[in-house]
């Protein structure tokens, strides 16, 4: 029944490690999100993706690498992980861009060591 | 440039106390969305409201109220009769349309509601 689901809910690591965060939605969206809160609960888009095709990338490290094999889903790899990237990472989608509101993810914490 | 304050960083009430928590958002595109989203202390996202630029009509929920004013550029949302359970912290967003939408969430307000 979980709209937007993300796996694993918690992720402990250490520094240069590779890792993924896969995302799955079963709304039938269109469109899919990345989004990162850091420890102030500050958030901030990373990656959209509308129909599998890359709409938004935030100036976000290339060592964060999102793949969306279809539309129901939205990976995301990071390599040679860092102390910063320590945060929870969001997971959401919508029906279009505009005016639908997005549904989340649990969130996924991830902690580098 | 786009923007979203929410300048209340925390506020505690006690139950039964109503309580509003301001948005002020920047924004030069005509055309444009907000939003409020609430984050219970499990962490979980949950939409509240949308409305649009056209849109300047109060709306009430139950508990939940939400005034939007174009002229000061504010989305602001109350709570009346706060509950514990309102305890979160709460995000006004604002999704303009940048050659892709992209939705700019403001820092949060923390609301702490004791009993």
């Known amino acids: 029944d979980t709209a937007v689901s993300q796996t694993p809910k918690y992720l402990v690591t250490q520094m240069g490690n590779d890792k993924s965060i896969k995302c799955e939605q079963n709304?039938?969206?269109?469109?899919m999100y990345w989004y990162k809160q850091d420890s102030k609960k500050f958030l901030k888009i990373m990656f959209s993706y509308n129909n599998k095709e890359l709409i938004i990338n935030e100036t976000v490290p290339n060592r964060f690498s999102p793949k969306s094999p279809d539309k129901a889903h939205l990976n995301l790899h990071i390599n040679s992980l860092e102390l910063g990237d320590s945060a929870v990472y969001f997971c959401a989608s919508s029906q279009g861009q505009g005016v639908q509101p997005q549904h989340f993810g649990d969130g996924t914490r991830l902690s580098i060591l | 440039a786009q923007k979203v304050t929410q300048a209340q960083t925390e506020i505690s009430v006690v139950e039964k106390e109503d309580v509003t928590l301001d948005c002020v958002y920047e924004?030069?595109?005509?055309?444009?969305?907000l939003f409020w989203y609430k984050q219970p202390p499990s962490g979980e996202l949950v939409f509240l409201i949308r409305?649009?630029?056209?849109?300047?009509q109060n709306e009430i929920s139950g508990r939940y109220s939400w005034n939007f004013q174009k002229s000061t550029s504010s989305f602001n949302f109350t709570i009346t009769a706060s509950q514990v359970v309102d305890s979160a912290v709460y995000f006004c967003a604002l999704r303009i349309n940048t050659g892709g939408f992209k939705t700019i969430f403001g820092a949060g307000t923390r609301l702490f509601v004791k009993a």
């Open positions: 709304l039938g969206h269109d469109t």
């Open positions: 924004t030069r595109d005509t055309t444009y969305y």
């Open positions: 409305r649009n630029s056209f849109d300047e």
